[in-house]
């Protein structure tokens, strides 16, 4: 079992910037790929980044290419999640996941959740 606790959201200003943090524990955090999802009101999940278990490849949504930086530190167990010029359109909970496939977009791929950390974005 991977137990996962994102922090780091709140409510910003658009064209702010914020960096959400998900802590895991467990030996095996290492060798998980890794990923964020997030989900507004109304609205389905939605894949939003994913990093490979050694940090060495990493994808993300065409939404938030260029604005968010997926990032991992395996000693300290945390996956980041750094969220610049950020949009109305990125207000939403977003989940930390883990999972066995390398840079995968699927939700159903990932096998452990975090709680949830939401993010609200004003005009």
């Known amino acids: 079992q991977v137990q996962l606790v994102e922090s780091g959201g709140g409510l910003v200003q658009a064209g702010g910037s914020l960096r959400l943090s998900c802590a895991a524990s467990?030996?095996?955090?290492?060798?998980?790929?890794m990923g964020w999802f997030r989900q507004a009101p109304g609205k389905e999940r939605e894949f939003v980044a994913a990093?490979?278990?050694?940090?060495?490849?990493?994808s993300y949504a065409n939404s938030v290419k260029g604005r968010f930086t997926i990032s991992r530190d395996n000693a300290k167990k945390t996956v980041y999640l750094q969220m610049n010029a950020l949009k109305p359109e990125d207000t939403a909970v977003y989940y930390c996941?883990?999972?066995?496939?390398?840079?995968?977009?699927?939700?159903?791929?990932?096998?452990?959740w975090g709680q949830g950390t939401q993010v609200t974005v004003s005009s």
């Open positions: 996941a883990a999972g066995a496939y390398s840079g995968s977009s699927l939700d159903y791929e990932y096998d452990y």
């Open positions: 467990g030996r095996a955090f290492s060798v998980y790929a």
């Open positions: 990093i490979s278990w050694n940090g060495g490849s990493t």
